[in-house]
């Protein structure tokens, strides 16, 4: 279900915040600070919530003096909680010097009771606080924050709306994330996703294909699509449609030229998904398929619904559909009850599977989740010792898998100017950074690059 009324309701408090500001801030232009935590899905809400802070009159700047400051949080591993206190802390003494500072927060771990306890308790300068099923409604908290003193606490445990329409802003004019669902429905054992945002809600096709079409007329030329899990996309639509089935029509739009997506979990990964990425002229041949474990009974307890044979079986059937697809993963090393076998299995489909790269992860016991409570947790020396073994494994076969491509040349898609003076930074469709020497007109534009050198995980090359 989409609301594009709710959306209307909540242009009319931009327009009421608005009319607000000169008498607050005596005629001078207030400004915002906005940062964001965890993934790519939240960083496109904070890009939202920045485009209203814009429509309302704030202006932007880099520093966290300014007259609001914003953060999007990420609750997927504790550091990313830590890290927020922290923020707070430091907050605390900038709100000090100016009291009339507003300070926001939201996004998934608002939505842990604790934290909302913690928030109330000893963090009583927060303005407002909301959750991850609210993001709609900012205008509306951010008047009553602008007109009431108490701290307000806006979190709803759930919401079966996709609320569609609402301001957007991007980084780059030429490419950016779309969302084509929200929520999870997977409950891997550890992870508190599913429990900070909710069901799995995919958008309907019409919505995205709409959005992409006027992305497009706007010099988008390459997207991402992104859910926790695009390939159960569209199953709980009164029209299913399958994941395969949106990238055929997305594929259509005149203009588009590059189109991503994340992340794909194993267990749905369809012969059919393959087969569009195989034949498509648009679709990247890169794939993001996290592993998290190579050990079958790890998964198992994991709730992961795959064994190691089953994404070995995954890979080769890949890899033979398209044969220079960039894989890439996600893995947590130290899940509860992981023995030394388990984690040599981790390392033998690291060594199978031939990543480009791969996102390594400690584990990190998250309240709530049934793995928090499962016995044997492993002794923190233990995981770290793992750990550094696991990454010298990743970096070399990464190293080795990366640099296939030296001395070919590949289209670019050139995204900024490099930190060095006169060089420019692209990426290739499978993903790679080159970095090579031309004129910052090209950002944004499709060049030829020869690929000289592997540096790694990066590329120097010249234009052709
Ligand atoms: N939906 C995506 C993952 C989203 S979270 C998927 O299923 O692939 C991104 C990554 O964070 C996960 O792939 C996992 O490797 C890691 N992660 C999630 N929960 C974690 C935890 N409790 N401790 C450590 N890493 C975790
Ligand atoms: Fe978390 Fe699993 Fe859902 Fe990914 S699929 S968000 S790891 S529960
Ligand atoms: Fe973090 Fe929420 Fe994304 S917990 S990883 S920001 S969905």
């Known amino acids: 279900m989409s609301n594009t009324n709710e959306t209307q309701i909540q242009l009319t408090y931009v327009q009421k915040c608005s009319d607000l500001l000169p008498s607050i801030y005596s005629g001078r232009r207030p400004t915002y600070h906005i940062q964001n935590e965890g993934c790519q899905m939240n960083s496109l809400q904070t890009e939202s919530v920045a485009a ?125 994330g779309v969302n084509v669902m929200f929520g999870c429905n997977n409950f891997c054992s550890y992870c508190i996703v599913p429990y900070v945002r909710g069901r799995e809600k995919s958008r309907e096709p019409q919505a995205i294909i709409d959005e992409i079409k006027s992305l497009a007329a706007d010099g988008v030329t390459e997207v991402m699509l992104l859910g926790q899990n695009v390939n159960s996309y569209g199953k709980t639509l009164e029209h299913p449609v399958s994941f395969a089935q949106l990238l055929t029509q997305i594929e259509q739009i005149e203009g588009l030229k590059r189109i991503r997506f994340m992340t794909s979990h194993p267990k749905d990964l369809s012969d059919e998904l393959i087969e569009v990425m195989a034949k498509s002229q648009k679709v990247c041949h890169h794939l993001h398929l996290p592993l998290q474990s190579g050990s079958s009974s790890i998964l198992k307890k994991m709730n992961r619904r795959y064994d190691k044979e089953k994404y070995l079986g995954l890979v080769d059937k890949i890899r033979t559909a398209i044969p220079d697809i960039s894989l890439t993963t996600d893995i947590i090393v130290g899940f509860p009850g992981e023995t030394e076998e388990d984690f040599q299995e981790t390392l033998d489909v690291v060594s199978k599977a031939n990543y480009d790269t791969a996102f390594t992860f400690i584990y990190s016991k998250r309240t709530g989740t049934p793995a928090a409570s499962m016995p044997d947790q492993v002794p923190e020396e233990v995981v770290k010792e793992r750990f550094s073994r696991l990454l010298a494994l990743v970096q070399e076969n990464g190293r080795k898998a990366s640099s296939r491509f030296t001395g070919t040349v590949k289209e670019i898609l050139v995204e900024e100017e490099s930190k060095e003076q006169g060089m420019l930074t692209g990426r290739t469709e499978h993903n790679l950074l080159v970095h090579f020497e031309g004129d910052k007109s090209l950002i944004g534009q499709y060049v030829n690059v020869s690929l000289d050198t592997c540096k790694g995980f990066y590329y120097f090359g010249h234009l052709v």
């Open 52 to 176: 209203m802070m814009e429509k309302i009159g704030y202006e932007k700047i880099d520093s966290e003096e300014a007259d609001a400051v914003i953060y999007n949080t990420c609750t997927v591993r504790e550091n990313a909680n830590q890290k927020i206190y922290g923020h707070l802390g430091h907050l605390k003494s900038i709100k000090r010097k100016n009291p009339d500072m507003k300070i926001i927060l939201f996004g998934c771990m608002m939505q842990e009771q604790h934290v909302v306890d913690t928030i109330r308790k000893s963090y009583p300068f927060v303005n407002l606080v909301f959750g991850t099923h609210n993001i709609h409604k900012f205008p509306e908290l951010f008047f009553r924050t602008l007109t009431s003193d108490s701290q307000i606490i806006d979190i709803w445990k759930e919401s079966d709306e996709i609320v569609e329409g609402l301001p957007t802003s991007r980084k780059y004019s030429f490419k950016t």
